[in-house]
């Protein structure tokens, strides 16, 4: 026997999926309601039973799990200037599979100090300064921190030659501060993995513990990673392959929840079209960036705001008005399901803008100068027209019978030709939602999580 379970302790579900790792098969999927603020394993035995009333009693040799439970894991960064160091540590904390509250930048003030404290973060990335460069802005903002009057662990990952006086500073207020690599040593040189390790030991050791997914300790033998890491890491594994099996190649994952849309990018992206030059910080191959404003329930209105309700009624095909008033109705209620095909029809809408907006803000721009010497094309970002892959999931996507239909949203648009969108991909769907479990999975088992990715993510 050689079953693995694999647990996502979500916001609001409990989802698990039970594998036969010698099979290399899919057992079971099932969840339960997430209960952090009484008992979480409520959830989690519901799940169970779920999954076990379909499935048998099922023993397990091994138990997983990741998690996004109680808001997932809340970061604030803090950096030097807005396009370099704290756009380092931002990608460095994304990458870790936190959600970012916000991004401070230059040295902070009291306002700032009070707005960090209301934010109530679980960890703050202090970065700042190439190494040898600029280090007063730095022990100014761990001035400003120890004062916070709150006892938050701390990722010092700034200037190398003055962390040890920024790590005294902070080290006299809080109980945790972790010095690690500077995320940018060298100018418009990323260097985030180093602070993603550290930030993920935090969240494991510390934070679990603050969420009450301790009380999952008897039965998780290991809680790994905040789940959009796991995603993250399914998505390099798929594109990257592992253990020695082969993967797809460049790739992006659209995952579109009730609250945010988180899109990634598993991609070099470097110019594909001569005479084109690259500008600005480069970019991380593994790439994750969140969007809180594009959600399909809490973020309902956001959406809408953001895209316009005559970009949604376009899609659906009904009134502006139409429209609005089915955005209302989902915010308002957030189990409320389509009841006439007009209402199915915006919510495939409604999925289509979040994959078209957060593709938008994801990818690479070209922009182009006039120069006394002729015309000069420069790209900020990824270029990812030629990506062949795009995986869809979520909850709107993989319950809806015209996924492909909301994928689209991430297509190539040659009247926006600026925007370096995929431009002949094909379109998959994590239909059994396996992508977190298979990150989980794929720490112990790379090659058995590429396999079974390739057989349970379904080609449309």
């Given at each position: 026997m050689n079953n693995v379970l694999l647990i996502d302790f979500g916001s609001t579900y409990t989802k698990i999926t039970a594998v036969d790792i010698e099979q290399e098969q899919v057992l079971g999927t099932a969840r339960g309601i997430t209960t952090v603020t009484t008992d979480i394993m409520d959830g989690l035995n519901q799940a169970l039973a779920a999954l076990f009333a379909r499935t048998g009693k099922l023993d397990f040799s091994q138990v997983l799990g990741c998690s996004s439970a109680a808001g997932g894991l809340k970061m604030i960064a803090v950096g030097l200037v807005p396009e370099m160091t704290a756009e380092a540590a931002k990608r460095a904390a994304l990458g870790a599979?936190?959600?970012?509250?916000?991004?401070?930048?230059?040295?902070?003030?009291?306002?700032?100090?009070?707005?960090?404290?209301?934010?109530?973060p679980d960890i703050i990335l202090l970065a700042g300064g190439t190494d040898g460069g600029n280090q007063k802005v730095i022990v100014h903002n761990a001035q400003m921190l120890a004062g916070l009057g709150l006892d938050i662990p701390v990722v010092v990952a700034g200037n190398k030659s003055v962390t040890p006086a920024v790590v005294k500073i902070l080290a006299a207020k809080m109980t945790e501060v972790r010095p690690t690599?500077?995320?940018?040593?060298?100018?418009?040189?990323?260097?985030?993995?180093?602070?993603?390790?550290?930030?993920?030991?935090?969240?494991?050791?510390r934070i679990t513990e603050a969420k009450g997914l301790n009380r999952a300790n008897k039965m998780v033998d290991r809680l790994v990673m905040p789940t959009p890491a796991a995603v993250l890491k399914a998505a390099e594994l798929l594109s990257q392959g592992g253990g020695g099996e082969t993967g797809l190649g460049d790739l992006m994952v659209m995952d579109i929840g009730g609250a945010t849309t988180d899109?990634?990018?598993?991609?070099?992206?470097?110019?594909?079209?001569?005479?084109?030059?690259?500008?600005?910080?480069?970019e991380p191959f593994g790439k994750r960036t969140v969007e809180g404003d594009l959600g399909m329930r809490y973020s309902a209105g956001a959406l809408l705001k953001a895209a316009g309700a005559e970009m949604i009624a376009g899609y659906a095909g009904v009134t502006p008005a139409a429209a609005a008033a089915y955005v209302a109705k989902v915010e308002a209620d957030i189990d409320y399901l389509p009841a006439t095909e007009a209402e199915a029809a915006v919510e495939i809408a409604m999925g289509?803008?979040?994959?078209?907006?957060?593709?938008?803000r994801h990818v690479g721009h070209l922009v182009i100068y006039y120069t006394p010497f002729g015309i000069s094309h420069v790209q900020n970002g990824k270029d990812l027209t030629r990506v062949a892959t795009v995986i869809g999931t979520g909850g709107v996507i993989v319950n809806n019978p015209k996924p492909a239909e909301i994928l689209k949203g991430i297509l190539f648009d040659e009247n926006s030709p600026e925007v370096l969108k995929p431009q002949q991909p094909e379109f998959f769907i994590d239909q059994d939602y396996i992508m977190a479990s298979m990150g989980l999975l794929g720490e112990e088992y790379p090659a058995a999580a590429v396999r079974m990715m390739k057989k349970y993510i379904i080609k449309q």
């Amino acid at each position: 026997m050689n079953n693995v379970l694999l647990i996502d302790f979500g916001s609001t579900y409990t989802k698990i999926t039970a594998v036969d790792i010698e099979q290399e098969q899919v057992l079971g999927t099932a969840r339960g309601i997430t209960t952090v603020t009484t008992d979480i394993m409520d959830g989690l035995n519901q799940a169970l039973a779920a999954l076990f009333a379909r499935t048998g009693k099922l023993d397990f040799s091994q138990v997983l799990g990741c998690s996004s439970a109680a808001g997932g894991l809340k970061m604030i960064a803090v950096g030097l200037v807005p396009e370099m160091t704290a756009e380092a540590a931002k990608r460095a904390a994304l990458g870790a599979g936190a959600k970012v509250l916000k991004v401070f930048s230059h040295e902070l003030s009291e306002y700032e100090l009070e707005e960090i404290a209301g934010l109530q973060p679980d960890i703050i990335l202090l970065a700042g300064g190439t190494d040898g460069g600029n280090q007063k802005v730095i022990v100014h903002n761990a001035q400003m921190l120890a004062g916070l009057g709150l006892d938050i662990p701390v990722v010092v990952a700034g200037n190398k030659s003055v962390t040890p006086a920024v790590v005294k500073i902070l080290a006299a207020k809080m109980t945790e501060v972790r010095p690690t690599e500077n995320v940018m040593p060298r100018l418009d040189e990323l260097n985030i993995e180093p602070a993603r390790v550290v930030i993920r030991d935090i969240f494991l050791n510390r934070i679990t513990e603050a969420k009450g997914l301790n009380r999952a300790n008897k039965m998780v033998d290991r809680l790994v990673m905040p789940t959009p890491a796991a995603v993250l890491k399914a998505a390099e594994l798929l594109s990257q392959g592992g253990g020695g099996e082969t993967g797809l190649g460049d790739l992006m994952v659209m995952d579109i929840g009730g609250a945010t849309t988180d899109v990634y990018s598993i991609a070099k992206g470097d110019p594909t079209v001569g005479g084109v030059s690259l500008k600005g910080l480069a970019e991380p191959f593994g790439k994750r960036t969140v969007e809180g404003d594009l959600g399909m329930r809490y973020s309902a209105g956001a959406l809408l705001k953001a895209a316009g309700a005559e970009m949604i009624a376009g899609y659906a095909g009904v009134t502006p008005a139409a429209a609005a008033a089915y955005v209302a109705k989902v915010e308002a209620d957030i189990d409320y399901l389509p009841a006439t095909e007009a209402e199915a029809a915006v919510e495939i809408a409604m999925g289509k803008a979040c994959v078209k907006l957060s593709a938008d803000r994801h990818v690479g721009h070209l922009v182009i100068y006039y120069t006394p010497f002729g015309i000069s094309h420069v790209q900020n970002g990824k270029d990812l027209t030629r990506v062949a892959t795009v995986i869809g999931t979520g909850g709107v996507i993989v319950n809806n019978p015209k996924p492909a239909e909301i994928l689209k949203g991430i297509l190539f648009d040659e009247n926006s030709p600026e925007v370096l969108k995929p431009q002949q991909p094909e379109f998959f769907i994590d239909q059994d939602y396996i992508m977190a479990s298979m990150g989980l999975l794929g720490e112990e088992y790379p090659a058995a999580a590429v396999r079974m990715m390739k057989k349970y993510i379904i080609k449309q």
